[in-house]
């Protein structure tokens, strides 16, 4: 990692906080009657998806996947590969995506695929951040959290190489950085 970097703060926790709540009311409201499988997209989810559950008031089911596209870089290669499987059904069930960000769009347009052919009742795609300026392939996002611009991003679970998930913000990486 190149040293002359800076971390500039572009969401605070608390405004972190504020989306959470209201993603958190429009997806409680729409599945109030379910019993869905929210699907994390590990790892850069984990923190997101806490924080979500946490403010929602239903019975729901927890499962994580892990794909991988980048590696230790800051562009995707475009080949993703799932990582880590699914332990829950997916036949049947009303299905929610969690992702921390949507970027080109080719890693959730990939697992979107993929869950779509094991035959969920319905699927939504929940995402804090979307960085529809790089988007490759179109992604619909049914619950988007905050329109971010072209920066590399850490924090929040999102990472560098595997550094700065447990930043309580989230940053956008200036200078020299990737």
């Given at each position: ?11 605070t ?8 709540r ?13 019993y ?19 403010n ?123």
């Open positions: 990692m190149t040293s002359s970097f800076k971390l500039r703060i572009l969401l926790r608390q405004e972190i906080e504020a989306a959470i209201k993603l958190a009311a429009e997806i409680s409201h729409d599945y109030r009657d379910r869905p499988l929210l699907i994390g997209v590990l790892k850069g989810s984990f923190m997101f998806l806490a924080d979500l559950i946490r929602l008031d239903f019975p729901l089911e927890v499962d994580f996947i892990r794909l991988s596209s980048y590696g230790g870089a800051t562009e995707s290669s475009g080949k993703v590969r799932v990582v880590h499987h699914l332990c829950s059904e997916v036949a049947g069930r009303d299905v929610l995506v969690i992702e921390d960000i949507v970027d080109t769009g080719l890693t959730i347009a990939f697992l979107l695929d993929y869950l779509r052919k094991k035959k969920p009742a319905s699927l939504r795609l929940c995402a804090l951040a979307d960085k529809p300026s790089r988007r490759r392939v179109p992604v619909v996002i049914d619950y988007p959290g905050f329109t971010v611009p072209d920066q590399f991003l850490v924090g929040y679970g999102l990472d560098w190489d595997e550094r700065f998930r447990n930043l309580p913000e989230i940053y956008a990486v200036d200078a020299d950085g990737p």
